[in-house]
């Protein structure tokens, strides 16, 4: 069965530098989004992308966060300079055209 | 925006018996209610889901149930197992599916 993959599955960086975390999701699928969850606390929306562009994002997805699809088949999230409150595990998801979106196991992301 | 409760957050269950897990949300424009459960070290995966227009839905020992006018909806699973241990998410959409909102999630651990 096909499934959404995450890299890495552990991610540890120093406050201010940059991060990319790296999503494959399901081939034929075309609405993709990035969740994250602090540790403790509930699954956030951060940003969804559809047709090479952000079609919604919240308010914690600022200019230190951005989205790509490089290529056919990557999804990226990078966080240009980070912050101790960034550590948390974000998910990857995706979906076709109907409603059920698939998730990945996720990347825990940890700025010291 | 749209706000959804979950409770409870921990539950204990004996093998076989069932498990109710209760949601409410806020906004009356999601129609669309998933639910996950989430393993360790693993993502969420989906294993039921509702559209506000349906009253119930199962699925052999698991069970949704939506009241659109109290705006709350429940996870039913029957003769619980081990492998039913998890954390389980409840979350709430609107038409476009374009963002989840995710409860704070209930472990249940199922005691043999």
Redesign the interface.
């Given at each position: 069965e096909p499934e959404?993959t995450?890299t890495p599955s552990h991610q540890v960086t120093q406050m201010g530098q940059e991060v990319i975390l790296r999503c494959v999701p399901i081939s034929n699928h075309l609405?993709f989004y990035w969740?994250r969850q602090i540790l403790g606390?509930?699954?956030?929306?951060l940003v969804?992308f559809y047709n090479n562009e952000i079609?919604?994002k919240?308010e914690i997805f600022d200019d230190q966060f951005s989205v790509e699809r490089p290529d056919g088949s990557n999804f990226t999230l990078k966080i240009r300079s980070t912050k101790l409150e960034d550590s948390a595990m974000y998910?990857c998801a995706s979906?076709a055209s109907?409603?059920?979106?698939?998730?990945?196991?996720?990347t825990r992301l940890l700025v010291l | 925006g749209e706000n959804v409760e979950q409770h409870p957050s921990t539950l204990s269950v004996q093998e076989g018996d069932s498990a109710v897990i209760k949601c409410t949300y806020s906004d009356s424009a999601s129609n669309y209610f998933p639910w996950y459960k989430q393993e360790l070290g693993k993502g969420p995966q989906l294993i039921i889901d509702i559209r506000s227009n349906v009253g119930e839905k199962k699925d052999q020992r698991i069970a949704v149930t939506l009241n659109k006018t109290a705006k709350h909806f429940s996870l039913h699973i029957t003769e619980t197992q081990p492998e039913d241990s998890a954390v389980y998410f409840c979350a709430a959409s609107m038409d476009n599916f374009n963002k989840f909102y995710f409860g704070s999630g209930t472990k249940l651990n199922v005691k043999p």
């Open positions: 959404v995450q609405y969740y606390q509930k699954v956030e929306f969804s079609s919604e919240s998910f979906r109907g409603e059920t979106q698939y998730f990945g196991p996720g | -």
